[in-house]
């Protein structure tokens, strides 16, 4: 094997046009990185600095290299195959194969290169072998009801609902990283699973080696980054509804909350509060003194979220400067707009530009804006919204970055847009803050990022999905997660259907990480106008589902202490508080297949309901600890089912013996 380069945290080899680079990044893992040509390109992933250096033993022949790092291997094979030599990169531990390279085809083409694409592009592939029965857990957060994404192709793409963060955690005994950007596809086939990058002609991958997936998870984000603690203001109920049109009619609604003795910690100010989009402040005629509504939120115990899209109208006040400093998203051809919308003033809706969040520059400007008319009146909690970018049509193919074409770095866009304002607050002397996003890609909770589901279904089907939705989010390296609750486009908050709906979805809602209403309720307007929807607060839906919301309310504040433990822990291992029952045990098969249940952190066993009419559930108990009903107080050995009684009132919730939670 020709043009070998050995360090001491790995190697570099030279074949042909490939040159590649295989290196220990953190315990346990290792990072692989393989071009054409050259190594020396734009790193545009989401690891960061390396935790510590991880010295490696290396052996060399002339068709192989082995390399060691602890109980971690990788080998590197010259394979002859038919005739026509390809590299091959095996990764093990304690000498035991646990992840390998295969070749797409006999002869050609190997396990990973730069390939074609369409007018004169090129994409890249990485495939490695898979068994049948392999799990992959992961990827983000999607619309579909599946844990385990065997046997699904998705999209590596940001959309409205769908999260693309490319970490996959395997049954097998390893976390994978795509450390790419580029818009592209994970396919995980019955004996393969091949990833692919458009535009790119960087393969970047991070694997890690640990013995349990709480390892791995830690690993992954001792290399991505850790979330701060959520603050504690940030862990009770919050209010939303598609849009309160005025300073009055908010406070109103935050009195009547306190008057009924129902804590109340976040209220949002959502679109359109604004004179145009993209003027980055209030509307005075709406908002005539944020100041002092701010004040009287905060001796309520209230914090305000203010949303912030990343779209600017032509019509604002600084569409101008910002496009003539370069700050817009460029497009390769045509005008720079990139999707439309109806804002104040327009009678039908009209093109507008996103901000290129990947320019520093950019980034600074727009802080600005948000810290003079925003920050400065004592906002501290904003809402990121259609931070995809939310673009129509809805491929990047056509957009140019700061950063680099928009097939190439378009995933990073929610990322580097959070970096903006977690930085701008860090400067400002803020510390603590919670930015609500609709997408995020690996790292970005580093940046104090939550993310919620997008703009779902007020469906059974909808929030069946969120189940799975809310515990692949979590693998995938963010620990605050919520969905609107009641789902957000539509619902009859007097229809009795609807308000059943409501109800466990709200029973569910208490149990995420971040408790959150929002929706737009009926009856509707025209989308983008600039109505309010219908009522959205818990005395919406009439007596019955008031009496229930307000209970799991005053549940909420009485787990709030645990939920600080939890997201304590999240910030200083990376274990999420919503979490898949094998994070925590792992040993026992059932653990793996569970899909409509999940762990509240350690002590709590949720099964929500999620169809119409349910009023009992099975569950399993996970084998290696016993379960207490709060309701009935008995006790159940684990490893095996239950039924458990779940009336409108109930969603049915486990506590583990030995734990002091108040249910």
């Given amino acids: ?53 991880v010295a490696v033993e290396i052996e060399q022949s002339t068709d192989r290299i082995r390399m060691r790092a602890g109980r971690v291997g990788v080998d590197l094979i010259l394979d002859s195959g038919a005739g026509n030599p390809r590299t091959h990169l095996t990764f093990l531990r304690d000498g035991n194969p646990v992840l390998t390279e295969a070749p797409e085809h006999f002869w050609w083409p190997g396990s990973h290169g730069v390939y074609p694409s369409g007018s004169g592009g090129v994409e890249v592939h990485q495939v490695f072998a898979s068994d049948p029965d392999e799990r992959f857990y992961g990827l983000g957060q999607h619309a579909h009801e599946h844990l385990d994404h065997k046997g699904l192709v998705l999209d590596l793409i940001q959309r409205n609902g769908e999260v693309s963060i490319p970490f996959v955690l395997s049954d097998r005994g390893y976390g994978l990283l795509w450390n790419n950007p580029a818009v592209g596809r994970v396919e995980f086939s019955k004996d393969s699973t091949r990833w692919v990058g458009q535009g790119t ?53 935050a009195r009547r909350y306190r008057d009924l003795d129902l804590p109340l910690s976040v209220i949002v100010t959502d679109f359109i509060h604004w004179p145009a989009m993209g003027d980055f402040r209030f509307d005075e005629a709406e908002y005539p003194d944020p100041k002092a509504m701010i004040t009287e939120l905060d001796e309520m115990g209230t ?136 997408s995020a890609w690996a790292g970005q909770a580093r940046y104090g990022a939550a993310v919620w589901s997008g703009d779902i279904a007020p469906t059974w089907e909808a929030l069946r999905q969120q189940v799975t939705a809310g515990q692949s989010i979590a693998i995938s390296g963010i620990p605050w997660w919520t969905s609107d609750i009641g789902g957000f486009h539509g619902g009859d908050p007097e229809d009795p259907a609807y308000q059943e709906l409501f109800i466990r979805w709200f029973e569910f809602g208490t149990f995420c990480p971040l408790f959150r209403l929002h929706g737009h309720r009926e009856p509707r307007e025209a989308e983008g106008a600039v109505s309010p929807g219908g009522p959205n607060e818990i005395w919406s839906y009439g007596d019955t589902a008031f009496e229930i919301a307000a209970d799991y309310i005053r549940l909420r504040e009485r787990l709030r202490p645990y939920i600080d433990s939890l997201m304590e822990e999240a910030a200083r291992t990376g274990i999420p508080p919503m979490r898949p029952l094998f994070v925590e045990y792992p040993d026992d098969p059932r653990a793996w297949n569970t899909p409509d249940q999940y762990l509240f952190g350690p002590d709590l066993l949720v099964r929500p309901i999620t169809r119409a009419g349910q009023v009992e559930a099975e569950v399993y108990l996970p084998a290696g600890s016993s379960w207490r009903d709060p309701v009935t107080g008995l006790v159940h050995e684990g490893g095996q089912t239950i039924t458990v009684d779940a009336p409108l009132e109930r969603i049915p919730v486990l506590v583990r013996t030995g734990s002091n939670i108040p249910m």
């Fill in 201 to 253: 002609e960087l393969i970047d991958y991070w694997v890690c080696l640990a013995p349990t997936p709480r390892d791995i998870l830690s690993r992954y984000t001792d290399v991505v980054g850790h979330a701060p603690v959520l603050p504690h203001w940030a862990t009770g109920f919050w209010q939303s509804r598609l849009r309160y049109m005025s300073q009055e009619e908010l406070l109103d609604v």
């Fill in 1 to 53: 094997m020709r043009d070998v380069t050995i360090c001491e945290t790995g190697f570099e080899v030279r074949f042909e046009h490939q040159i590649m680079r295989v290196e220990t990044w953190g315990a346990d893992a290792v990072r692989v990185r393989v071009s054409r040509h050259t190594l020396d390109r734009p790193d545009h992933g989401a690891l960061v600095d390396r935790p510590h250096p």
């Fill in 303 to 438: 914090r305000l979220m203010v949303s912030v899209w990343p779209t600017v109208s032509p019509l604002s006040e600084n569409y101008d400067e910002l496009r003539e400093r370069g700050y817009l998203v460029a497009t390769e051809n045509g005008v720079e707009f990139h999707q439309k919308f109806k804002d104040k003033g327009m009678p039908t809706p009209l093109p507008v530009a996103f901000y290129d969040a990947t320019n520093p520059d950019a980034r600074a400007y727009v802080w600005d804006k948000i810290k003079r008319n925003y920050h400065d009146l004592g906002v501290r909690v904003f809402w990121l919204d259609a931070c995809e970018p939310e673009l129509n049509p809805g491929h990047p193919g056509n957009l140019s970055y700061w950063a680099g074409p928009g097939l190439a770095v378009n995933n990073t866009y929610p990322r580097d847009n959070a970096k903006g304002f977690f930085e701008g607050m860090r400067q400002a002397g803020t510390p603590e803050t919670v930015l609500l996003c609709r």
